[in-house]
């Protein structure tokens, strides 16, 4: 764990953010936690040789 991150959004950002709380069942923190996490295994099997598809859409 690290000490916490101090970061801004606008307000678009936060109702976008907070209707992922699933009705106030996970807090802010959580859901931005889940999103980077997400974000970390798209890029993680992307980048994995033979997973990767060229531009050109030949494998």
């Known amino acids: 764990m690290m000490t916490p991150l101090s970061v801004q959004f606008t307000l678009e950002q936060r109702d976008w953010l907070d209707a992922r709380t699933r009705g106030g069942v996970l807090s802010r923190s959580?859901?931005?936690?889940?999103?980077?996490?997400?974000?970390?295994?798209?890029?993680?099997?992307?980048?994995?040789?033979?997973k990767r598809q060229r531009l050109d859409g030949q494998r």
């Open 30 to 50: 959580s859901v931005i936690r889940l999103i980077v996490a997400e974000a970390m295994e798209r890029d993680q099997l992307a980048s994995k040789p033979g």
